[in-house]
């Protein structure tokens, strides 16, 4: 099995690219967002998922070892096969997808394509654990900043205001003020924006 490759970029396409490794040129597919910052001439290292089926054996290549990690985890699912799993990353960062999944956000896995519901619940069901526990590990993570600014669009909810009022209030503050001043604070803040 390959797990890493250490190269010259001799091309790349809208799905893989071609790696020179002392003179044999490996094919890898990659996550859009790892294509995007490779261009011919350029060295390189991959971190390598190899695929084999009865029928093919394919490279599934990352910049970071942490996109391999959530890759191989995508795909232990059932149903979730190495295309899916790269249309994930190629539509969502990590953390992203990490906190799509942590807060249940099917609408957001829904929008890679090729998802459907029932695959994106599945993912949720088998994934939400794994990624609440290393999201809380992050410490003061962006799941985090979301529950207070959740918190203020609640309160504001709950005395009356309309959604799309409340939407545009918190954005507002949100621009102008860090989710760790509290929740006293950022309320009053945003009634002043309403």
């Given amino acids: 099995m390959i797990g890493l490759l250490r190269g010259t970029v001799i091309q790349t396409d809208f799905r893989s690219v071609l790696l020179d490794v002392n ?4 094919k890898a597919n990659l996550p859009l967002s790892d294509l995007g910052q490779l261009e011919a001439g350029q060295k390189t290292v991959l971190y390598v998922h190899t695929h084999v089926r009865e029928d093919a054996f394919e490279l599934f290549g990352f910049l970071k070892e942490e996109g391999m990690h959530l890759f191989e985890l995508l795909i232990s699912i059932n149903g979730v096969g190495p295309r899916m799993g790269l249309a994930f990353l190629s539509g969502l960062s990590p953390n992203e997808l990490k906190e799509a999944v942590a807060s249940e956000d099917v609408a957001r896995l829904t929008k890679v394509p090729g998802v459907g519901k029932k695959t994106a619940l599945r993912i949720i069901l088998e994934l939400k654990d794994k990624f609440e526990k290393q999201l809380a590990q992050m410490g003061a993570s962006a799941m985090g900043d979301k529950g207070i600014w959740n918190d203020v669009a609640s309160a504001l909810l709950n005395l009356g205001y309309k959604k799309a009022l409340v939407d545009k209030a918190v954005e507002k503050t949100r621009a102008n003020h ?8 950022l309320l009053k803040e945003a009634l002043k924006n309403i």
């Fill in 23 to 26: 003179g044999v040129g490996y």
């Fill in 178 to 185: 860090e989710a760790d001043a509290g929740l006293g604070v």
